[in-house]
């Protein structure tokens, strides 16, 4: 007798024993603890549903578990375990803290993100969703809902399940992507394999999300975050392509009349993916639609209605054109991102916002000197030389690793002045 045959005979032992009432819930205790171990689901989203309090053979729970598993979107697991929210001595936040402690600790046992339970009353069900600790607000209260005849679920009952698991899933991968100078691979890949899940699982069921076009924009736009985060500090091309498949995702779902500054900071988004891309590669077909895409931004950023916003718009057209500029024989792309870093320090002032002033200033050194190295012009040299000197003084007493590095820029064009002088 195999070990899972020897425990079905002993929960048909103690069923008989026990009585029929709870079989079904000796069964379930059975199959859930002495069957091989699942691993929790990292390709997806987790909805844990609790055994239903008022439906002793679990039918109108095994209802509610197949009726969420066909919206698609995310993986549902079970737990029999039965939740209430019954007050002891009239004391209901008592008790309403003691089922969101015991919800939370089936949560983690569970590896799950949402956890449905309630009752079963006459033709309704009562339920009510609690999320994962900090990823969401906990709800210990019950809604009503009507059971369907073809056991359906109603509109309400998956809005309101969706929308906390949208909100569990958004706010799991924005604080990774709002981080700066920290490694994020390890902690971002696993949310980003969830999040692509549950997009494309409702992608692939019709009605499936009840995501408004902002959310879905915002959901889409966080998924390329989080890809371009990973494609830039793991050197992985392929994750900076799946981050340009979700931003453009992610702009069929902005208007660029009606929300035109999201609109801008998407296309922004997604020209800093095309850009990376476009410097591994050696074509510079990215590195053209990354210029493309920042001249169209400049249509809604303009300097009048938002000036710093212009300025970082240019000096990132000034970036793509110099790349295209170093690749080229001709000079003309250099010459652009010239015009262009020029353009951006017309806002970006030294008293305004000296860090981003310091940086174009850099920049525009660089493109000087890659002109000098094109022409064999010592002017042109001393001219991205006093650019680096202006950029040194402050990054020298704000941003030291960024003055190491202006000071070997500084060292690198004076060599090739002197290497120029010494040879006329």
């Known amino acids: 007798m195999s070990p899972a045959d020897f425990w079905v005979v002993v929960a048909a032992i103690l069923t008989a024993t026990i009585g029929l009432v709870n079989r079904h819930r000796i069964q379930r205790f059975f199959q859930r603890n002495f069957s091989p171990l699942r ?6 989203f987790t909805v844990l549903v609790a055994d239903l309090e008022r439906d002793p053979d679990c039918t109108r729970t095994n209802h509610l578990v197949e009726a969420l598993g066909k919206l698609g979107g995310f993986h549902v697991r079970t ?13 209901l936040a008592g008790a309403q803290a003691r089922l969101r ?9 569970n590896s799950a993100d949402v956890l449905v339970w309630g009752r079963h009353y006459e033709n309704t069900f009562q339920l009510g969703f609690v999320a994962r600790q900090g990823d969401a607000q906990a709800e210990a209260g019950l809604t009503g809902y009507d059971i369907k005849p073809d056991f359906t679920l109603p509109n309400e009952l998956t809005a309101g399940l969706r929308a906390l698991l949208e909100l569990t899933i958004l706010t799991s991968i924005r604080p990774a992507t709002k981080e700066t100078g920290t490694y994020l691979v390890d902690k971002i890949r696993p949310l980003v394999l969830r999040l692509e899940a549950y997009l494309i699982g409702t992608e692939n069921v019709k009605g499936a999300t009840d ?21 830039q500090q793991a050197g992985d091309n392929d994750a900076l392509g799946q981050a340009l498949d979700a931003y453009h995702k992610a702009l069929a779902h902005i208007s660029r009349e009606a929300q035109a500054k999201t609109w801008a900071r998407t296309q922004g988004n997604l020209a800093v993916a095309l850009r990376t891309l476009g410097e591994r590669e050696n074509s510079t077909t990215r590195l053209e639609e990354a210029a493309g895409v920042y001249r169209e931004i400049l249509g809604v950023f303009t300097q009048e209605a938002a000036p710093l916003a212009w300025a970082t718009t240019q000096n990132n057209l000034g970036n793509a054109l110099a790349i295209l500029g170093e690749r080229e024989s001709g000079t003309e792309r250099l010459e652009q991102a010239v015009q262009a870093y020029a353009e951006a320090l017309k806002e970006y002032t030294r008293q305004r916002a000296p860090l981003s002033w310091a940086t174009t200033q850099n920049n525009l050194g660089t493109a000087l000197w890659s002109l000098a190295e094109k022409s064999q012009d010592p002017a042109q040299a001393r001219e991205a030389l006093k650019h680096y000197e202006a950029a040194h003084g402050v990054f020298s007493q704000a941003a030291p690793y960024y003055r190491e590095v202006v000071e070997g820029n500084m060292r690198k064009v004076q060599a090739f002045i002197d290497k120029l002088e010494k040879g006329r």
Do not use: I
């Not at 691993?39 to 997806?44: E, H, K, M, N, V």
């Not at 029999?80 to 009239?90: H, R």
């Open 79 to 91: 737990t029999a375990t039965v939740l209430t929210c019954a007050p002891v001595a009239g004391d």
């Open 211 to 231: 995501l408004t076009e902002e959310q879905l924009a915002t959901a889409w736009h966080s998924l390329g975050l989080a890809y371009s985060t990973l494609g």
């Open 101 to 109: 402690d015991r919800a939370q600790a089936l949560l983690r046992e």
């Open 39 to 44: 691993l929790p689901a990292s390709d997806g």
